[in-house]
Structure formats: structure tokens, C-alpha cells
């Protein structure tokens, strides 16, 4: 019984060690961000059938045509934001809770929103589980932001929009950082950093990806 878990031990602990040089290859090299991404549990936040590829650098179905984004481009939307304890962030897409794990240690508090009212639910008992205390949730549409909380030190946006949303533009804070895929076609979206600053928005592409749209509540029909 001792060699089985231990043995157990070892897998899981050689799983997370890949992952950690997943991130290294794709240039993550903040070490608070990759301490945060090895102590989260992954397969917390992946379906059951899917959960021997949690530490697998790809990107997983996570119901509702949603998924989990493959963990090199989790660290890299993460690291980009520059994230200290005083930032207020705004995430928009909660998904599976994943990614707002993930910014949870590295920020003051994360607002998130998730227009699939089944996945914020399934998130929030992940978080409860997990003891995530600084996480504040809703359901509604993300291309609206959370005017009643704004502005925000930063905001990530987990789906792929057309162009940087001006509305979310609005809601980021002068000095702040915005992290958006864009682009709508059926190939590869391009990773934003936005800069907000005195004489505009200042974008610097970071990497090609492949995300889910960011749909306005509207067009979905709920």
C-alpha cells in the first residue's frame, strides 16, 4: 500500500515537473507565476474523462463549446499582466475557474465573469473547495465589463474578440494593462498586451493562439 501511493506520489509530482518546463519552453519565467501554476491542481478544474491529461500542455473541452486553455498560454496571459497583492483585476470568461485560479495568490481580488450560468456554478464550488476567498463572481455578459467595480489596475479576457472591446477600454485604469486574444477567423488569434496611457491604447503582440469567441449576451440568445 506504501509503494502504491508513493508511487502515485512520484507521477503526479513528475506530471507537474513537466508542466513546469512547458512553461519554461514557451518563455514563462516569473517565478511566482510558475510556483502558482505547479501548486494549482489542474485536474480540480478538468472533466473527469480528461483529467489523465491534465498536466498535458493542450487545451481541454470543458462543456458548453467552452475550453480550458493550454497552459503555456495560461502563464504567458498571466505574467503579461504583471500582476502584484495591490492589483484589482477583471477577468472575463471564468470557464472552469482555471485561470482565476491561477490569479488569485498573485493579485488583491479577482472579479470574474462567465456568461454560462452551469460553468460559473461548477467554478464557484471549485473555489469554495479549494479555499479561493478572494474570487467575487457573476453571470453576465463579459463584453459589458463590471462598470460597478471599475476601473481595473488589470483585465484578461479569456475569448477572442474582433478588436480591443471599448467598453473594457473604458473600465481600465490609466497605467493599467489589458490581455486580449483578437481576431475572429477560424485560424490563429493574436495575444494583445494593451497599455492604457495618457495619449491612448499601446498594444504589443505577444504570441499567436487559438481561443473561443467573446459573444455579447445578445447574439447568443439568453
Same mark, same amino acid.
Given at each position: 500500500?506504501?509503494?502504491?501511493?508513493?508511487?502515485?506520489?512520484?507521477?503526479?509530482?513528475?506530471?507537474?515537473?513537466?508542466?513546469?518546463?512547458?512553461?519554461?519552453?514557451?518563455?514563462?519565467?516569473?517565478?511566482?507565476? $510558475?510556483? &502558482?501554476?505547479? @501548486?494549482?491542481?489542474?485536474?480540480?478544474?478538468? *472533466?473527469?474523462?480528461?483529467?489523465?491529461? +491534465?498536466? !498535458?500542455?493542450?487545451?481541454?473541452?470543458?462543456?458548453?463549446?467552452?475550453?480550458?486553455?493550454?497552459?503555456?498560454?495560461?502563464?504567458?496571459?498571466?505574467?503579461?499582466?504583471?500582476?502584484?497583492?495591490?492589483?484589482?483585476?477583471?477577468? $472575463?470568461? &471564468?470557464?472552469? @475557474?482555471?485561470?482565476?485560479?491561477?490569479?488569485? *495568490?498573485?493579485?488583491?481580488?479577482?472579479? +470574474?465573469? !462567465?456568461?454560462?450560468?452551469?460553468?460559473?456554478?461548477?467554478?464557484?464550488?471549485?473555489?469554495?473547495?479549494?479555499?479561493?476567498?478572494?474570487?467575487?463572481?457573476?453571470?453576465?455578459?463579459?463584453?459589458?465589463?463590471?462598470?460597478?467595480?471599475?476601473?481595473?489596475?488589470?483585465?484578461?479576457?479569456?475569448?477572442?474578440?474582433?478588436?480591443?472591446?471599448?467598453?473594457?477600454?473604458?473600465?481600465?485604469?490609466?497605467?493599467?494593462?489589458?490581455?486580449?486574444?483578437?481576431?475572429?477567423?477560424?485560424?490563429?488569434?493574436?495575444?494583445?498586451?494593451?497599455?492604457?496611457?495618457?495619449?491612448?491604447?499601446?498594444?504589443?503582440?505577444?504570441?499567436?493562439?487559438?481561443?473561443?469567441?467573446?459573444?455579447?449576451?445578445?447574439?447568443?440568445?439568453?
Amino acid at each position: 500500500m506504501n509503494y502504491d501511493i508513493s508511487q502515485k506520489i512520484s507521477v503526479a509530482e513528475k506530471l507537474k515537473m513537466e508542466l513546469v518546463l512547458a512553461l519554461r519552453r514557451a518563455g514563462i519565467t516569473d517565478p511566482d507565476v $510558475v510556483a &502558482t501554476m505547479e @501548486g494549482v491542481p489542474r485536474e480540480a478544474f478538468v *472533466p473527469e474523462a480528461f483529467q489523465h491529461k +491534465s498536466y !498535458e500542455d493542450i487545451t481541454l473541452p470543458i462543456g458548453h463549446h467552452q475550453t480550458l486553455s493550454q497552459p503555456a498560454v495560461v502563464g504567458l496571459m498571466t505574467e503579461a499582466l504583471e500582476l502584484d497583492d495591490r492589483k484589482k483585476v477583471l477577468e $472575463v470568461g &471564468t470557464g472552469s @475557474g482555471y485561470q482565476t485560479a491561477i490569479l488569485s *495568490p498573485l493579485c488583491r481580488r479577482v472579479y +470574474s465573469i !462567465e456568461r454560462h450560468a452551469p460553468l460559473l456554478a461548477e467554478a464557484e464550488k471549485r473555489f469554495e473547495q479549494l479555499r479561493i476567498r478572494n474570487v467575487t463572481t457573476k453571470v453576465g455578459d463579459g463584453t459589458l465589463g463590471w462598470d460597478a467595480q471599475a476601473p481595473f489596475e488589470r483585465i484578461i479576457v479569456t475569448a477572442a474578440a474582433a478588436d480591443v472591446p471599448p467598453i473594457l477600454a473604458d473600465q481600465l485604469s490609466l497605467g493599467g494593462i489589458m490581455i486580449v486574444p483578437i481576431g475572429l477567423t477560424d485560424d490563429f488569434q493574436t495575444i494583445l498586451k494593451v497599455v492604457k496611457t495618457d495619449h491612448g491604447l499601446e498594444t504589443d503582440e505577444l504570441r499567436d493562439v487559438r481561443f473561443v469567441p467573446l459573444i455579447p449576451e445578445e447574439a447568443t440568445g439568453t
